[in-house]
């Protein structure tokens, strides 16, 4: 396993320089400086290589055929995988078979399997392995679980999310055979914030897709909505779009009250609370923040003081195997039961990281995703 730096810093090498790692990987290390180094890029195109480069003062930068030299060299201790979905599992065992620390992008990996395998290839190479759940660490979340577990609302009873966005023609995440799909990309974070609001995992499923029939979709569908029942007879509802205005939200109804999280998984706008109780509201504003320099901070310290960390590998594969599960119920036209997971650790209040915004730089040779 390689070693950190004199400084006691992580070493990383950020791999992908598409448009998640320009706009919020890249910059984040100004404000995980701390316990973080950025050290190397990894990344097919030369253009993008050469002028992120510059731009971040980083002089080791490699080609994916030379992933392996990147492992081999002795300058880095972890990867941030910025990488298509389809690519996670390969270059996450990759870094795991040469004793790197993996911090991967959500989702973990687009199979159940892959996820397993992953893994267990950290823990048989003894390296962290972390999804980058970034709203583990994020103020407005946290309060909402807060809230939800003080019994302010009651007992809580219901979750209902919508998450959509209008995605660009062409754009990765309609392209099937690269992972896409919206509750890969979106979805994901109502199934997450659903798990960690209730504090449980689903024990059925139940999905139906919609497709209007524009030829963006013509790989994967523009639409899901989703019910999940929880123990308890809680029940989970929500909605992803690929095809419709923006809107981010997420309520959770209680016998007493309600919260509502409107914008609620955004990491370049204000999130806000409204919370109704016995008909009296209050609304909460928190600042826009950098919501990914507490991932490195995190992780960095879980490597230098070889904690487990929260959000693992296990917290990934649970939501990857209920989008299986969802896209097998709209398939097959009928709810699909889950099988009990082991008790993992949930996000707390403790987790809780502030760090300023990032100011967004221009982009190299990425564009948004969204029109």
């Given at each position: 396993m390689?070693?950190?730096?004199?400084?006691?810093?992580?070493?990383?090498?950020?791999?992908?320089?598409?448009?998640?790692?320009?706009?919020?990987?890249?910059?984040?290390?100004?404000?995980?400086?701390r316990n973080?180094?950025?050290r190397?890029?990894?990344s097919?195109?030369?253009v993008?290589?050469?002028?992120?480069?510059?731009?971040?003062?980083v002089t080791?930068?490699?080609?994916?055929?030379?992933?392996?030299?990147c492992?081999?060299s002795?300058?880095?201790?972890a990867v941030y995988?910025?990488l298509p979905?389809?690519?996670?599992?390969?270059?996450a065992e990759g870094?795991?078979?040469?004793?790197?620390?993996v911090l991967?992008?959500?989702p973990?990996?687009?199979?159940?399997?892959?996820?397993?395998?992953?893994?267990d290839?950290?823990?048989?190479h003894r390296?962290?392995?972390?999804?980058?759940?970034?709203l583990?660490f994020?103020?407005?979340?946290?309060?909402?679980?807060?809230?939800?577990?003080?019994?302010?609302?009651g007992?809580?009873?219901?979750?209902?999310?919508?998450?959509?966005m209008?995605?660009?023609?062409g754009?990765i995440?309609?392209q099937?055979?690269?992972?896409?799909?919206?509750?890969y990309?979106?979805?994901?974070?109502?199934?997450n914030?659903a798990?960690y609001?209730?504090r449980?995992?689903p024990e059925?499923?139940?999905?139906?897709?919609?497709?209007?029939?524009?030829?963006?979709?013509n790989?994967?569908?523009e639409?899901?909505?989703a019910?999940?029942r929880?123990?308890?007879?809680?029940?989970a509802?929500?909605t992803c779009?690929?095809?419709a205005a923006?809107v981010s939200?997420?309520?959770?109804?209680g016998?007493?009250?309600?919260?509502?999280v409107d914008?609620?998984?955004?990491?370049?706008?204000p999130?806000?609370?409204?919370?109704?109780?016995?008909?009296?509201?209050?609304?909460?504003?928190?600042?826009?923040?950098?919501q990914?320099?507490?991932?490195?901070?995190?992780?960095?310290?879980?490597i230098?003081k070889?904690?487990q960390?929260?959000?693992s590998g296990?917290?990934?594969?649970?939501?990857?195997?209920?989008?299986?599960?969802?896209?097998?119920s709209?398939?097959?036209?009928?709810?699909?039961a889950?099988?009990?997971?082991?008790?993992d650790?949930?996000p707390?209040?403790?987790q809780?990281?502030?760090?300023p915004?990032?100011?967004?730089?221009?982009?190299?040779?990425?564009?948004?995703?969204?029109?």
């Amino acid at each position: 396993m390689a070693n950190t730096n004199r400084d006691n810093k992580v070493r990383y090498a950020v791999v992908g320089l598409g448009y998640i790692a320009q706009v919020a990987v890249l910059p984040a290390f100004a404000h995980a400086r701390r316990n973080s180094e950025l050290r190397a890029l990894v990344s097919s195109d030369r253009v993008k290589r050469a002028r992120l480069g510059r731009q971040y003062r980083v002089t080791s930068t490699y080609s994916y055929e030379e992933f392996a030299a990147c492992l081999e060299s002795g300058e880095i201790d972890a990867v941030y995988i910025a990488l298509p979905n389809d690519m996670h599992r390969a270059y996450a065992e990759g870094a795991a078979r040469a004793g790197v620390h993996v911090l991967c992008e959500k989702p973990l990996a687009v199979t159940e399997d892959d996820c397993r395998s992953m893994i267990d290839t950290a823990r048989q190479h003894r390296v962290k392995l972390m999804t980058a759940y970034r709203l583990h660490f994020d103020p407005a979340n946290l309060g909402a679980i807060q809230i939800v577990q003080s019994g302010k609302l009651g007992k809580v009873r219901l979750f209902n999310s919508v998450f959509s966005m209008q995605v660009k023609a062409g754009n990765i995440r309609l392209q099937e055979e690269r992972g896409g799909g919206t509750l890969y990309d979106i979805g994901i974070y109502c199934i997450n914030a659903a798990r960690y609001l209730f504090r449980a995992e689903p024990e059925e499923v139940f999905a139906v897709m919609s497709n209007s029939g524009e030829s963006r979709f013509n790989e994967v569908e523009e639409s899901i909505s989703a019910t999940m029942r929880f123990p308890e007879d809680r029940v989970a509802t929500f909605t992803c779009s690929f095809g419709a205005a923006d809107v981010s939200a997420y309520e959770v109804v209680g016998t007493r009250g309600v919260l509502r999280v409107d914008p609620a998984y955004d990491f370049a706008e204000p999130l806000q609370h409204v919370l109704k109780i016995d008909g009296k509201e209050k609304k909460k504003k928190f600042p826009r923040h950098d919501q990914f320099a507490p991932l490195l901070l995190n992780f960095s310290d879980c490597i230098l003081k070889n904690r487990q960390p929260e959000p693992s590998g296990l917290e990934g594969l649970r939501d990857v195997r209920i989008i299986e599960a969802l896209y097998e119920s709209a398939e097959k036209k009928q709810p699909v039961a889950l099988d009990p997971l082991p008790v993992d650790k949930r996000p707390d209040r403790k987790q809780e990281i502030r760090v300023p915004a990032v100011q967004k730089p221009k982009l190299i040779r990425a564009v948004t995703p969204t029109r």
